[in-house]
């Protein structure tokens, strides 16, 4: 089954105490993303990979860090997170270089608290 | 920079009602327009996408969304609504056709009345 998966789906931190998030995807997508969702904001960009060791920051990109090693993996690092970086958090992938472009496919989410 | 705007944060129709979610963008260029859905606790699931074919987009459960390059507009409709569609659905916009940058609106919240 093509899917994009995330882990962990929920997650409770404390200030300043380092974590990561992964994002695997099994469809051979070039792209992959991470977003996240705010009450009334919608999703916003984070950062973006066109392709391995290829990322760029998105919209707020403050306060992550992002790594593309490998072409199915695009973990979402938060070095020290702070309480306004709780939120819902989703990955993305889209484009696969046999098939053509192709909509964005999205993980389950992770909802992350820091308190 | 592309935007998108979604009229109202909470819609609420009767089931078999007509569903309307409007939506409106701005871009430099012409745009690629999706229509996302999200269920409780869910990620987002793709309703439909125009991609410069056809202005009149059909997409799953029944939707359907009509491009508007003079309005600028994407909305999304429905003939009648059924109580599994009540979710929150989000319009994005992407310059790119690999949509690996998007830019949603805010989101609407669809409620369906007995």
């Known amino acids: 089954e093509a899917q994009v998966t995330q882990n962990p789906r929920y997650l409770i931190t404390v200030t300043g105490k380092k974590l990561t998030v992964t994002c695997s995807q099994n469809m051979n997508h070039e792209y992959m993303s991470w977003y996240r969702q705010d009450p009334g904001l919608g999703l916003r960009q984070i950062y973006y990979?066109?392709?391995?060791?290829?990322?760029d920051k998105g919209d707020v990109p403050e306060g992550y860090k992002v790594s593309r090693k490998e072409k199915r993996n695009f973990p979402l690092i938060l070095e020290s997170p702070s309480p306004n970086q709780t939120s819902l958090y989703f990955c993305?992938?889209?484009?696969?270089?046999?098939?053509?472009?192709?909509?964005?496919?999205f993980g389950q989410g992770t909802r992350l608290t820091v308190v | 920079a592309q935007s998108v705007t979604q009229l109202g944060s909470h819609v609420s129709v009767s089931e078999g009602a007509l569903v309307l979610l409007r939506c409106n963008y701005s871009s430099s260029v012409p745009p690629y327009l999706f229509w996302y859905v999200q269920y409780p606790n869910q990620g987002l699931q793709l309703l439909l996408k125009y991609t410069s074919a056809a202005t009149l987009v059909k997409g799953i459960n029944g939707f359907e969304a009509e491009f508007k390059k003079s309005e600028t507009s994407f909305h999304l409709t429905k003939p009648s609504a059924h109580m599994s569609d009540a979710a929150e659905y989000f319009c994005a916009v992407s310059l790119i056709q690999g949509a690996q940058k998007l830019v949603f609106g805010q989101g609407t919240r669809l409620t369906i009345n007995p």
């Open positions: 993305a992938s889209s484009f696969n270089r046999d098939r053509g472009p192709t909509e964005a496919f």
């Open positions: 990979s066109m392709n391995v060791e290829v990322t």
